[in-house]
T-cell receptor, first 114, second 115 residues
């Protein structure tokens, strides 16, 4: 079945640094990738939608200059958290539209900013 | 704005008990409906989905859900839960037209099944 590989699974970084999260679709082409953020005991909140070769569409309230999304190929999308701060600590999940399930999710990245 | 409500935030059941988790959505147009499960430390997995046709949908692991259009509901059911069903369950909705295929999730229901 369709698989989305998300790396890293967890990362700890210092405040002010940037962190890049990668999502790869392993056996299908993902023309659209969604990036979510999940706070503890809360739902997944959509941050942005990216389409291969075009600029990402950000949800209201999401800072596009802080959360840089690149979808340069049909199998790779990246989310870079720039100048991270403790309030950016969260669980980030990508989802690719594709595969038999319709939407295939990555395993998530736990970001802790200290 | 479209929203998805899951009224049960935490559910505790004994093994073999029956399960019903509520899900309501606010959008009045055509929607596609999903239930996902997230086991501890794992990624979201699709349990079942409804696009059209028979409103009673059967999914994996013995789960089913019923779409009741008049009630804007898509409740998840399982006749007899197992300890291994302990997980978080999310209802999700997309709008096939005008919604950009974006999944909107409910707040999730944490299910704990006790032996």
């Amino acid at each position: 079945g369709a698989v989305v590989s998300q790396h890293p699974s967890w990362v700890i970084c210092k405040s002010g640094t940037s962190v890049k999260i990668e999502c790869r679709s392993l056996d299908f082409q993902a023309t659209t990738m969604f990036w979510y953020r999940q706070f503890p005991k809360q739902s997944l909140m959509l941050m942005a939608t990216s389409n291969e070769g075009s600029k990402a569409t950000y949800e209201q309230g999401v800072e596009k200059d802080k959360f840089l999304i690149n979808h340069a190929s049909l199998t790779l999308s990246t989310l870079t958290v720039t100048s991270a701060h403790p309030e950016d600590s969260s669980f980030y999940i990508c989802s690719a539209r594709g595969g038999i399930q319709g939407y295939t999710f990555g395993s998530g990245t736990r970001l802790t900013v200290v | 704005a479209q929203s998805v409500s899951q009224h049960n935030h935490h559910v505790i059941l004994s093994e073999a008990a029956s399960l019903e988790l509520g899900c309501n959505y606010s959008y009045g147009g055509t929607v596609n409906l999903f239930w996902y499960v997230q086991y501890p430390g794992q990624h979201l997995q699709l349990l079942l989905k409804y696009f059209s046709g028979d409103p009673l949908v059967k999914g994996i692991k013995g789960f089913e859900a019923e779409f009741i259009k008049s009630k804007f509901s898509f409740n998840l059911r399982k006749p007899s839960v197992q300890w291994s069903d302990t997980a978080e369950y999310f209802c999700a909705v997309t709008r096939p037209t005008g919604g950009g295929n974006k999944l909107t999730f409910g707040t999730g229901t944490q299910l704990k099944v006790e032996l």
